[in-house]
């Protein structure tokens, strides 16, 4: 098998600001992998807060050693057993060599990634679309055009330096587009004393779940804040791999699981397993990114309670396309491996 880079830039729509920054444009390391005359397609993005800028991703996708594997097949198996891999990997690097190769092998194979993974039918998601923090009248006109194009469901960013900027936000949402689901995230920026002044305010709004209220680090008071909260209490930044979600399983509401946070498709399927049956439930998220980020995802989406597999709805031009979206619904189709293309290609689908 051959591999190759290419480092593209995915400028946003309009700035995305939340608690800790504001964001304009990622840059992605798109991985792809030969054999046999077909392609398998993979993507890492950039991220301040993983640490990961383009020089990082490349240097450590350029360490994946694929050529000495007869197959993508088994190339799949030595990644799970992490024999594909040295340590100190990011996940997201590993899983955007999984991404590859399961495009690959399922293309090999004729067959889309989601029958692989064990789901027959092609999953499709209602996905929450993200309003960053902005001006109550702009989220207002936002929720109401999302509603509009079938949206049931938005997440509002919170952690405003003044949390009443975050009320009257969510309420100009509520007030536009009242039959849509809210979701809350202010991205771990509020103390344990805010939080619980606030979360009674917005239940009483209507927010149906709040991620990552704490900041990351002390998941003992996450827990201890989701066991007197009005409402659900989703970890994220405190829940990145396996054994974070151990330590919070029945002590939360639910994790967010990003397969670039966790390390990939099948970092994500053990995660599921960890929380099945102890009252924690599973949110699929995502960072900012093309189709090609979010199509593994997207083939599990019938795994989760929420999915928020909106990244590349936030983008001015997605390069790639094949999961939908825009009418508020991102679907897995039937086609073999990931089932996208790149604008502008033929895809590779034989």
Sequence with gaps: MKARLRTVRLALAE????????????????????????????????????????????????????????????????????EATTPGTPPAVTAAVESALLDLAGRRADTPVHRLLGSPAPPAAATARTLG????????????????????????????????????????????????????????AWTARQAEALLPRFAELGVEAVEQPLAPGDPEALAALAARSPLPVIADEDAVGLDDVRRLAGRVHGVNVKLAKCGGVHAALRIAEAIEGSGTELMLGCLTASTLGLAPAVHLADRARWADLDGHLLLAHDPWTGIGGADGTVRASGRPGLGIEEVGTRADLA
């Design 15 to 82: 700035p995305l600001r939340i608690s800790r920054s504001t964001m304009t444009a990622r840059d992605a390391v798109w991985l792809t992998v030969e054999h046999d005359g077909l392609s398998g397609h993979g993507e890492a993005v950039t991220s301040v807060y993983y640490g990961l800028d383009t020089d990082t991703l490349v240097r450590h996708l350029t360490a994946v050693d694929l050529g000495r594997h007869a197959d993508p097949e088994s190339a799949l198996d030595a990644l799970r057993h992490g």
């Design 133 to 188: 923090i902005t001006a109550p009248a702009h989220a207002a006109a936002e929720a109401r055009r999302l509603a509009a194009r079938g949206f049931r469901t938005v997440k509002v960013k919170a952690g405003s330096p003044d949390p009443e900027d975050d009320v009257r936000r969510v309420r100009a949402v509520r007030d536009a587009a009242p039959g849509v689901r809210l979701l809350l995230d202010p991205n771990g």
